[in-house]
């Protein structure tokens, strides 16, 4: 690690400018929520492909002078009644993933072609989860239907609490609970008052640029 020098303050200074990022005080709440999730994939220790796709657009939007990831355009998916809304943990299956799991289902010989114009599952596999017997590709997820016509929202929540704590016990997967973020009045009122956003953008810069930076001249480059 290198230690921060003037020329890197000139560096920073080309794409932070604090007045663009007073933009952040006008957004509505769930965008910002969503500027905090977009940001949280430069913690991550590893990138599904398009998590590494969304991280390259970010950084380059960033540091070349546009802090705003989410906009509303993005956000039109969570008030259209014709898309399928996608909260936060969830992941729809898409046909890019129902693909993949064939493929590598096939290989592993889940089911095979019975020479016909029909494909065979293997009984060993018959009733078993798909994450279990595909484990690489449910590192941290299980795979799961929801029935939505026989429950309500509550029930249906219910019975997904109940079942979290086995499915962690039988998983082996624990929360990691260090990136979760609550959103409160007071939260909201740190994240701007604290100016956390460009926070982590010049973090992330120093991250990716391989040099130090001290609070004293973090706060030097967020307060004057």
């Known amino acids: 690690m290198k230690n921060w020098s003037v020329e890197h303050?000139?560096?920073?200074?080309?794409?932070?400018?604090?007045?663009?990022?007073r933009?952040?005080?006008?957004?509505?709440?769930?965008?910002?929520?969503?500027?905090?999730?977009?940001?949280?994939?430069?913690?991550?220790?590893f990138h599904e492909e398009f998590e590494a796709k969304a991280v390259s657009l970010y950084i380059d939007r960033i540091f070349n002078g546009n802090p705003f990831l989410i906009t509303e355009k993005h956000l039109g998916y969570l008030t259209r009644e014709d898309t399928l809304y996608q909260p936060p943990?969830?992941?729809?299956?898409?046909?890019?993933?129902?693909?993949q799991l064939?493929?590598?289902?096939?290989?592993?010989?889940?089911?095979?072609?019975?020479?016909?114009?029909?494909?065979?599952?293997?009984?060993?596999?018959?009733?078993?989860?798909?994450?279990?017997?595909?484990?690489?590709?449910?590192?941290?997820?299980?795979?799961?239907?929801?029935?939505?016509v026989n429950g309500t929202d509550e029930e249906i929540a219910e019975?997904?609490?109940?079942?979290?704590?086995?499915?962690?016990?039988?998983?082996?997967?624990?929360?990691?609970?260090?990136?979760?973020?609550?959103?409160?009045?007071?939260?909201?009122?740190?994240i701007i008052n604290y100016r956390l956003i460009p926070m982590i953008d010049i973090l992330v810069w120093s991250t990716l640029h391989k040099v130090r930076i001290s609070e004293?001249?973090?706060?030097?480059?967020l307060y004057t």
Do not use: C
């Open 159 to 190: 019975s997904l609490k109940a079942a979290l704590p086995q499915w962690r016990k039988v998983r082996g997967i624990e929360a990691d609970t260090s990136d979760s973020i609550r959103f409160g009045y007071g939260t909201i009122k740190k």
């Open 102 to 148: 064939s493929i590598i289902g096939l290989r592993n010989s889940l089911f095979f072609w019975d020479g016909s114009d029909e494909y065979s599952v293997n009984r060993e596999f018959l009733d078993s989860p798909v994450s279990e017997v595909l484990p690489k590709l449910f590192r941290d997820t299980v795979m799961v239907e929801i029935d939505l």
């Open 89 to 99: 943990h969830f992941f729809l299956t898409t046909t890019e993933r129902l693909a």
């Open 9 to 21: 303050t000139r560096e920073v200074k080309k794409w932070l400018d604090i007045d663009t990022y």
């Open 23 to 45: 933009g952040f005080e006008e957004l509505p709440l769930m965008q910002l929520y969503h500027e905090l999730l977009a940001r949280t994939l430069f913690f991550k220790p």
């Open 216 to 221: 004293d001249r973090l706060s030097r480059l």
